[in-house]
């Protein structure tokens, strides 16, 4: 079973509802999903033995997080070349996050990205659309299978 990791930042747990609906979506497609803190990612290694990846940060500034951008080096080490991969975050008003991290991993890590594009939805409206977070996901899961 092809096997999906989560990996988000969250402040204030909006993103991290977010990437537990996206998991959602990624087991009721058929996938393993793994969604995990990026706190707990501690190098490269834990980035291996994953199909596909997915990261979400909020917005803070009109940017990612610091903590983010630490972690994008870290999986730069990590060789993600043509893994399906996409990116997510919760937002008020102008929600760059995700897709500067999709740029990332579509440009700098050249992986498979979805063409959905990133994903980004104002905390408001997270609840009415807990269907687009799985379909999401789903997405995901579809492109591990080729
Ligand atoms: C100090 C601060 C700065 C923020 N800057 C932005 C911003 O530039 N653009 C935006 O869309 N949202 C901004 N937000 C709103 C957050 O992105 C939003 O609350 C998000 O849902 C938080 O996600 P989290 O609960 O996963 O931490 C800001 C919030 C705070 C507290």
Redesign the pocket.
């Known amino acids: 079973m092809a096997k999906v990791l989560v990996a988000y ?8 509802e977010m990437a537990n609906y996206i998991a959602e979506g990624i087991r009721i497609a058929g996938c393993e999903a793994e969604v995990k803190p990026i706190s707990e990612i501690k190098n490269e290694k834990d980035l291996q033995g994953y199909d596909a990846y997915l990261f979400g940060c ?6 990612m997080t610091g903590n983010m951008k630490s972690f994008l080096f870290l999986a730069e080490k990590a060789n993600l070349e043509g893994k399906p991969g996409g990116a997510f ?8 996050a995700p897709g500067i991290i999709f740029e990332t991993m579509e440009y700098v890590f050249k992986m498979n990205v979805t063409n959905l594009g990133s994903f980004k939805l104002k ?1 408001a409206t997270i609840g009415d659309n807990i269907k687009s977070c799985q379909d999401y996901g789903k997405v995901i899961c579809e492109m591990c299978a080729g």
């Open positions: 930042y969250s402040r204030n747990g909006h993103t991290e909020p917005t803070y500034h009109r940017d975050g919760s937002y008020t008003h102008s929600g760059d905390e």
